[in-house]
């Protein structure tokens, strides 16, 4: 059954190509805050109003400006007093287009007066009330389209560029960035990475964007109208009171009136700011595991430094260990040594004990012979002396 609408979305998937919108999801930025996403609000403005010259405050990438001349106008005066090389080429290759490289408020009087002023520099008390005052007083016919009226600058300054505000103007600013989580900024919020600073302080007076164009059409007389769209961090419509501003109000209703999108931008400024939370947590987490991996390093090479000096105290124990057996081993040869010398002395002892008792037993045979010798002796001797006695007896 094939259902029959009379508008389906660009993206919308198909039955060919069931995945058509998650592609153009995908290639959506984490987070829209471009006005080139209101094009169907210029739109509605270019419809009731004459639009042929345009001042666009603040500029960035330059994704918006074609946009204006696209839809008619002739001149579109691109201020930005910080502009990257890129946007230089690309504004330079757009017919229409002319980059001014100069603050607003300052820059707006040096400027012809706009019929469509697009506010979207500086987002706070002291840059914004300048330019709604100086187009309320130069330029009461113009419409003014004013970015960021809502979360997170419509009662909180951001500074791009403190040194263009005058010191007392400003608030004490800081690094960390708004969240819809809690009150204060905090580092894992909405943070400028570099690009701009967040007052500390919300609210108040002479704080936020919103409270400037408040201010600024109070000190008109109320003779402005203001309306906004409720999406992408609000953007408000300026016009001067009369039929067609209220004409102009009216059918801009769709988007301004829209409980829709007033719904769908808190859910996704309350997204947003949870993921840059687990994403600031993560990088915590990341650079806490580096700590650890640190640590684990640093012991893993102590445990290699200690392991190394046990290895160390291991090889001079053997080498003591087999010091010790080889002292060990002498040491029992020499004993064994000194037991056989012991048993030859005892053997050797024996054996003279042995013949010095052959020769104590043999000692009294040997004296008796030897007597008998010298008895022979001194016998054969008397009986010479008798016989040559007896011979001198005869002679
Ligand atoms: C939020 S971005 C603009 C985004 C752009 N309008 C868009 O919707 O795509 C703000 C720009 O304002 C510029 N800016 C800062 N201070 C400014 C000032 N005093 N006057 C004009 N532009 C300023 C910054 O350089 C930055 O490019």
Redesign the pocket.
Known sequence: MTTTLNTLPATLSTREDPFAQERAARTQPLLL????LFREVFEVVYAGRDISTVV?????????SSIYTELGASRVFC?????SDELRARLAETPGLELVE????Q?LGELPVADLY?V????NYA?VRGEVDWIIQNAPDAVVVL??VAWPCSRRDLY??PS?IDAEQRFPDSHDGPTVWQDELTPAGFVGMG?WTAAVQAGGERNGVLTAVEDAIAAADDEWLLAVVPAVFGVGVMVRRSEAGHDLMERLRPFTGSRLLESLENNRIALYTRVLELQHGAVAAGVEAQRLGGIIHDQHLELERLNAELAAAHAATAERAAAAEQARAAHAAAVEQAAAAAGQAAAQLAAGEQRAADLAARLPVARARALAGTVRRTGRGGVRRLARAAERVRG
């Open positions: 805050h471009s006005l080139s666009e405050v603040g500029v960035e990438s330059g994704q918006v201020v930005d007093p910080l502009p100069k603050p607003s408020p820059v697009v979207d520099g500086d987002h840059t970015h960021d791009y560029q263009f690009a």
